[in-house]
């Protein structure tokens, strides 16, 4: 796949407002998240943020009673528009959770099963193939490449996380969602994330969830900062950490509050 | 702005500045002694600014560990960055205005062998010029005053016409009296050195003005006109 270089934003929000049944949870969010690069969303507990991030493929249609209002826009495409199959959108819009929740099947099988129920193979050397692409991707591949009949759950915590990765690449997505992929995980296991993160970045939209200010830092080119469910700020992330323009961030980002 | 959540990290922030502020105190000092050296013909003073420029040295030294603490331990973002950084910054042109006031202290000593000339009166004249913008700079830091900031930066060209002035003056000494050669070569190189200790005072505006700010002072060069001159 080609580096694709666009400037028109990959994920356009537009007032976007998510009430669990009678509380308000986001307020007004307007942002655009360009794609091949990552963006980062930072904030305290409860700010909001993984709400957010969880709109962006419907996860939140899962909650009876979560309510979300305004626009979001994949392409230019209005995602909760009614025509939109959510499983459909979640193949393109992948997600990558917190702890590695690898099915409990064979390291093959987590990857294809995507593929599979997709139809994206029409024979099992194709299959074979989109199971190899996406475990190099994930750079998983030369770790298990000679036990693929294995069960993922018997991976140490980091691969797993690389292999959930895979099989969310398999389905060929254009935006992931990652919340708090790596805190999970030790240093050098989110070292190895990050790293993959890094190669990612050039074929899709990335968008994280991150409890740790120094990952976004080292991984995103533009930082969101979220606080008591509204967008306070968002940017650069060189900018975001060494001259943020609202106090609030300034005072979050050096430990001030949170 | 509000404390820290780890107060410690206060404490040490505060005591960068601190430390820095002390040492603008020393080198602020070591000039206008030095200066005092040169027109007083006071060898012990002259030999006395020799030695307390190590006191400053010692004081870099110190502070330079305390940065790399601090950015090991805990990682400062955003305006406490800018503060360590500009710390760290502050206190190396400190160091360099220090090192110049113990060679203008050295040429002192020399001085004294020959006959005193009135020229060092012009020379003393521009030390206080470049003392008082030194001292500018040092309040803009501990009390975080752009506009002063911006100010002492405008004054390096008043510093430029003094040494520029200075150095005809010497150089009409030297050819209607080739004996004055030995003196007026260092009075240069002294007017020299104050010319340094002025562009050092303007690195410094430029860093008090990014740590309040967090933008360059040559980027915001246009827009320095908003802030009015104190002339």
């Known amino acids: 796949m080609q580096a694709k270089a666009s400037s028109a934003p990959k994920v356009r929000a537009r007032n976007v407002n998510v009430f669990y049944g009678s509380k308000q949870a986001l307020f007004d969010v307007n942002l655009d998240i360009p794609d091949c690069s990552v963006t980062s969303f930072i904030g305290p507990s409860g700010c909001g943020k993984s709400t957010f991030l969880r709109c962006i493929n419907r996860m939140n249609d899962t909650i009876d009673i979560c309510r979300v209002e305004g626009d979001i826009h994949l392409d230019g495409l209005d995602i909760y528009a009614r025509d939109v199959d959510p499983v459909i959108l979640r193949a393109s819009v992948g997600m990558v959770f917190q702890k590695p929740n690898p099915f409990p099947k064979s390291i093959y099988d987590n990857v294809a099963y995507g593929p599979r129920i997709h139809g994206l193979a029409s024979n099992t050397?194709?299959?074979?193939g989109?199971?190899?692409?996406?475990?190099?991707?994930?750079?998983?591949?030369?770790?298990?490449?000679?036990?693929?009949?294995?069960?993922g759950t018997g991976l140490s915590g980091g691969q797993q996380q690389r292999l959930v990765i895979a099989r969310a690449i398999a389905v060929r997505p254009e935006?992931?969602?990652?919340?708090?992929?790596?805190?999970?995980?030790?240093?050098?296991a989110t070292a190895k994330i990050e790293e993959l993160i890094d190669d990612l970045r050039a074929h899709y939209c990335i968008i994280m969830v991150t409890h740790s200010m120094a990952q976004a830092a080292r991984v995103s080119q533009n930082t969101a900062f979220f606080h008591l469910g509204k967008l306070v700020e968002a940017g650069p992330t060189e900018q975001i950490f060494t001259n943020p323009n609202d106090t609030r961030t300034q005072d979050y980002i050096t430990g001030r509050f949170g | 702005m509000t404390e820290h959540i780890v107060k410690s990290f206060d404490d040490e922030l505060d005591e960068l500045t601190a430390e820095v502020a002390r040492m603008g105190g020393l080198a602020e000092q070591l000039l206008s002694d030095a200066l005092d050296a040169v027109v007083s013909r006071d060898g012990d003073l002259a030999k006395a600014i020799i030695k307390r420029d190590k006191e400053i040295d010692e004081l870099q030294l110190e502070l330079e560990r305390r940065v790399i603490l601090l950015l090991a331990l805990r990682q400062p973002m955003a305006a406490d960055l800018r503060r360590t950084f500009s710390a760290l910054k502050i206190s190396g042109d400190l160091e360099r205005i220090g090192d110049l006031a113990k060679n203008m202290a050295k040429r002192a000593l020399i001085l004294n062998?020959?006959?005193?000339?009135?020229?060092?009166?012009?020379?003393?004249?521009?030390?206080?010029?470049?003392?008082?913008?030194?001292?500018?700079?040092?309040?803009?830091?501990?009390?975080?005053?752009?506009?002063?900031?911006?100010?002492?930066?405008?004054?390096?060209?008043?510093?430029?016409?003094?040494?520029?002035?200075?150095?005809?003056?010497?150089?009409t000494y030297m050819m209607e009296d080739s004996k004055t050669i030995t003196t007026c070569t260092h009075l240069l190189f002294m007017a020299k050195n104050l010319e340094r200790i002025g562009d050092h005072s303007t690195n410094i505006a430029e860093n008090v003005h990014y740590l309040v700010t967090g933008e360059e002072l040559s980027e915001a060069r246009k827009s320095a006109t908003k802030y009015k001159k104190k002339k």
Not at chain 1, 125 to 128: I, Y
Not at chain 2, 119 to 128: A, C, N
Not at chain 2, 133 to 153: C, F, N, P, R, S
Not at chain 2, 154 to 165: G, K, V
């Open chain 1, 125 to 128: 050397d194709e299959l074979d």
């Open chain 2, 113 to 171: 062998e020959s006959k005193p000339m009135s020229l060092t009166r012009s020379v003393h004249r521009m030390g206080h010029v470049v003392g008082n913008m030194l001292k500018d700079v040092l309040d803009a830091y501990t009390t975080a005053d752009v506009d002063l900031a911006v100010d002492v930066w405008h004054r390096d060209e008043e510093i430029d016409a003094h040494y520029n002035s200075l150095f005809r003056e010497l150089l």
């Open chain 1, 130 to 151: 989109i199971v190899e692409t996406s475990l190099k991707r994930a750079g998983l591949w030369d770790e298990v490449a000679d036990r693929l009949d294995e069960p």
């Open chain 1, 175 to 188: 935006v992931i969602l990652m919340d708090e992929p790596c805190s999970a995980l030790d240093p050098i």
